[in-house]
């Protein structure tokens, strides 16, 4: 609207500019040719004496009807540009969804509307790379995954056989077999969800459930249930969380948040180290939750793309603690549903996430 706006008045702006000049020129024209005929002495025979007598003595009508012939001319004068600016447009609004790379022109008057567009064409060029980007990456996921499959079924398979077809097997073996399967199927598990969560990613519109939680006591409760699987990396965890944090979010999503967040962070700790939870109100009426862990240092080039669809920190896809690279983009996606923003920092062997959320009750 504001847009729109500044350009009906620069175009105003120039039809009076036009006409002030216009009306400049014509008194200027009038009092020179007056001037010069008052020098004159003038006799009724003469040739223009008649006309010039006439002007004379209709002098705002004659300046009126050049006024009139002017305000014409530079309205038709508008509107052909007017016209032609719309067509020019017409053609550059083909031109936004399409790749070329050579900038929108449009005539000079439109300046203001050529650098909107062009603003908007370079917008839809990243968005079509980057969904483009995401769709290959998505496609390669699900090719690698599928190749994923096969290894936890194998072993799956192969245990179970062994177990069935060999009855005299020793119980203490049997029981090792039985162990391995069982991981290898909880594994193949948590493979088939995730490929439940690509088909769903996308597709399906998150739509928030709000209701008042103490989020202090579910950030305990979620590490309390995480304490198993940080004990297999030796993990010890250190919780500063500040007490009576009342806050209106959808639980059921909230709680992904910190799933998907302590999946991450267990993935990507070296063992034997520490990590620290912290939750805490701040002065500007926001929660701030921060985790901090030890492990490879995050290039910058790849914490610009850690919370992008499908995008995976090690490259190498362990099989064991591999996923689909949705977890931080759900994450992401959720905090920003509640108001909120997430963050990540790496330097010195540490991984840092800072969440942000307004504090609503």
């Given at each position: ?54 002007i004379d003595d ?27 600016g719309v067509s ?49 990456r998505k496609n ?222």
């Amino acid at each position: 609207m504001k847009a729109k706006t500044n350009l009906y008045h620069r175009w105003l702006l120039k039809y009076f500019f036009q006409m002030a000049i216009s009306l400049g020129i014509i008194v200027i024209v009038y009092l020179i040719g007056y001037i010069v005929c008052k020098r004159r002495i003038w006799y009724p025979d003469d040739a223009w004496y008649c006309d010039l007598n006439w002007i004379d003595d209709h002098t705002f009508v004659v300046i009126f009807f050049l006024m009139l012939v002017c305000s014409v001319f530079f309205a038709v004068r508008m509107l052909k540009k007017i016209a032609f600016g719309v067509s020019e447009i017409g053609d550059a609004i083909v031109e936004i969804d399409s790749e070329k790379k050579d900038p929108i022109v449009l005539p000079t008057e439109l300046a203001h509307i050529e650098q909107l567009m062009n603003q908007v064409r370079i917008q839809n060029a990243a968005n079509i790379q980057s969904a483009r980007e995401a769709n290959q990456r998505k496609n390669d996921m699900i090719m690698y995954m599928a190749h994923d499959l096969k290894t936890p079924l194998t072993s799956v398979i192969g245990y179970l056989t062994l177990v069935s077809e060999e009855p005299d097997i020793p119980e203490n073996a049997r029981g090792k077999y039985i162990g391995i399967a069982l991981k290898k199927a909880q594994r193949l598990e948590e493979l088939i969800n995730e490929f439940f969560d690509i088909t769903r990613f996308n597709f399906t519109q998150m739509i928030l459930e709000k209701s008042s939680v103490n989020l202090s006591v579910m950030l305990k409760q979620m590490v309390t249930e995480f304490e198993p699987i940080f004990r297999e990396k030796n993990l010890n965890t250190t919780l500063e969380i500040e007490d009576g944090i009342e806050y209106l979010c959808d639980v059921d999503k909230m709680e992904r948040v910190f799933d998907n967040l302590f999946k991450n962070i267990v993935n990507y700790s070296y063992p034997d180290t520490a990590i620290v939870i912290c939750l805490h109100r701040c002065e500007t009426d926001r929660i701030e939750l921060i985790t901090t862990n030890h492990g490879k240092t995050i290039p910058k080039e790849m914490i610009a793309h850690i919370f992008d669809q499908f995008f995976r920190m090690d490259s190498s896809r362990n099989s064991d603690t591999g996923g689909s690279g949705l977890g931080l983009a759900v994450t992401k996606e959720i905090i920003s549903l509640h108001g909120g923003t997430i963050r990540c920092e790496s330097e010195n062997e540490q991984i840092s996430f800072r969440i942000t959320l307004p504090l609503n009750l």
